[in-house]
Nanobody, 126 residues
Framework: QVQLVESGGGLVQAGGSLRLSCVVSGRTSGTYTMGWFRQAPGLERKFVAAITWGGRNTYYEDSVKGRFTVSRDNAKNTVYLQMNSLKPEDTAVYYC???????????????????WGQGTQVTVSS
């Protein structure tokens, strides 16, 4: 089994920054592709960003391109989401997720991620 634990959420003013972390434990020998998703109240969970195991390839949802950066430190079994120029519409619970690197479904397809963290709240005030 794989366990994911997010941290780093909080309350920040618009224009501010936060860095989320996701620590992977358990069966960490897998070369998982890692994704970040977010869910605002009353809305469905949506894709934010993803990174392949080697970190060479990263992917972003259009609304966060140029503001968010996903990275990983495999030696620490940790994935990061650096969020800059935050906007009130970024307010949501943020989740990290892991999936098999051979998965062929689009990275944005949350149903193909078998492992999820518990989420961390990000609130951006205007």
């Amino acid at each position: 089994q794989v366990q994911l634990v997010e941290s780093g959420g909080g309350l920040v003013q618009a224009g501010g920054s936060l860095r989320l972390s996701c620590v992977v434990s358990g069966r960490t020998s897998g070369t998982y592709t890692m994704g970040w998703f977010r869910q605002a109240p009353g809305l469905e969970r949506k894709f934010v960003a993803a990174i392949t195991w080697g970190g060479r390839n990263t992917y972003y949802e259009d609304s966060v391109k140029g503001r968010f950066t996903v990275s990983r430190d495999n030696a620490k079994n940790t994935v990061y989401l650096q969020m800059n120029s935050l906007k009130p519409e970024d307010t949501a619970v943020y989740y990290c997720a892991a999936r098999n690197p051979t998965e062929n479904w689009p990275l944005s397809y949350s149903a193909r991620y078998p492992y999820w963290g518990q989420g961390t709240q990000v609130t951006v005030s205007s």
